[in-house]
């Protein structure tokens, strides 16, 4: 089976679907009889892996390219097409809504897979109906995704194949030995006596700010890794950090490199990820930084309390007291670093049984 993903943005951009479409390639890559190949944005990586091609990049996904991505398209042949929506690159453009049946239109079946959810009121119609106009069969990283929309819609949905594939890592485990371990946390604290990690996108939906409420000053050094395209809330992010008590105990360490990103992870007391409606197992941050052995503190719905097997606490959304007690008491808490197979094999399985039944052929 020839497929090609497509994705607003690709390594080495920084976006989480990004990563997540790199990881899910080479896992394709990998399957017997599948070929792949990457259309997105940007100078992509990963041509040294067999079995995966990069198309030549796409300059924008303005309706002007139309044409060359098209062309890019026809001209390698694919059995189906995967779009990742949404991703970085996409945001502010109209032609990702209406690529689908772009690519319907010229005889390809497209698959769809939702990263995140339909916005909120009339736009779920422009954001997700268009989209929706050219798709073979959609896939959904979180469960429960018809919940979203209304009866209408619904209906229109459940006309479509669709399967809900979980999420994975984007991170490799972490190689530092317990003693290098030590030492870089020993290198971040900077005379402070626990390290507390938050690792992602920074979004208001991300509950970055709570970070200044749930840890604690006297004690705690915070080291934020992450970017942002939103410069008055970094700007609200600082000023927290150069409030009294917090100032100097902050660092803002931006994206860093995969093994890089690990080694912080793994280094950390608490991976706190305070997410204002809270996470899931659609998360790339909480699967990362479980895959490292730290103690993470999230919030979901339903709020499951602590999980010492996955060293995972998860706490309710507003529940920020309860946030506070559960870093006091389980930080530093360290269980094995995740080993043996990768879940990407299996999710990359998922995806061509999904494939082909969206193709109509056997499984």
């Known amino acids: 089976m020839r497929v090609l993903l497509i994705a607003g943005s690709y390594p080495p951009d920084r976006c989480g679907v990004g990563d997540y479409t790199s990881q899910l390639a080479r896992a394709l890559a990998g399957q017997p009889g599948t070929e792949v190949a990457v259309l997105a944005r940007g100078a992509p990586e990963g041509a040294d892996t067999p079995g995966l091609t990069i198309l030549p990049p796409v300059r924008s996904w303005l309706f002007e390219e139309l044409p060359a991505i098209l062309q890019r398209v026809r001209q390698w042949r694919p059995d189906v097409a995967h779009v990742q929506y949404p991703t970085q690159g996409f945001f502010g453009t109209s032609l990702p809504r209406l690529l ?27 954001h997700f109906l268009q989209p929706l106009l050219g798709s073979s069969g959609l896939i ?43 030492a870089l946390r020993e290198r971040l604290l900077q005379g402070q006596s626990r390290l507390v990690v938050f690792f992602g996108f920074m979004a208001r939906h991300k509950g970055v700010e709570r970070l200044f409420e749930i840890a604690d000053p006297a004690t705690d050094r915070l080291v934020i890794a992450g970017a942002s395209t939103d410069d008055d809330y970094l700007g609200e992010l600082q000023a927290l950090a150069d409030a009294p008590g917090w100032r100097g105990k902050v660092d803002f360490a931006g994206f860093s490199p995969p093994d890089q990103a690990a080694d912080l992870l793994a280094a950390a007391d608490a991976v706190v990820l305070p997410f204002i409606t809270g996470g899931g197992n659609w998360n790339t941050s909480i699967h990362s930084a479980l895959a490292q052995g730290s103690f993470v503190l999230t919030t979901g719905e339903p709020a499951s ?41 299996a999710i990359a399985q998922a995806h061509l049984t999904h494939y082909a039944r969206c193709l109509g052929r056997r499984v």
């Open 100 to 126: 689908p049946l772009a690519l319907r239109l010229t005889g390809l079946r497209v698959v769809i897979t939702w990263h995140e959810p339909p916005p909120p009121g009339g736009r779920v119609l422009l």
């Open 305 to 345: 309390g602590d999980d010492p097997v996955r060293n995972l606490y998860v706490a309710s959304p507003d529940g920020l007291s309860e946030m506070r007690e559960a870093l006091r008491v389980h930080a530093g808490r360290r269980v094995a670093p995740a080993r043996g197979p990768s879940p990407w094999e």
């Open 140 to 182: 959904f990283v979180r469960p429960n995704y018809l919940d979203y929309f209304g009866p209408a819609l619904r209906r229109v949905v459940e006309r479509l194949p669709r399967a809900t594939i979980p999420n994975a890592a984007n991170l490799p485990v972490s190689q530092l030995a317990p003693a290098q371990r030590a």
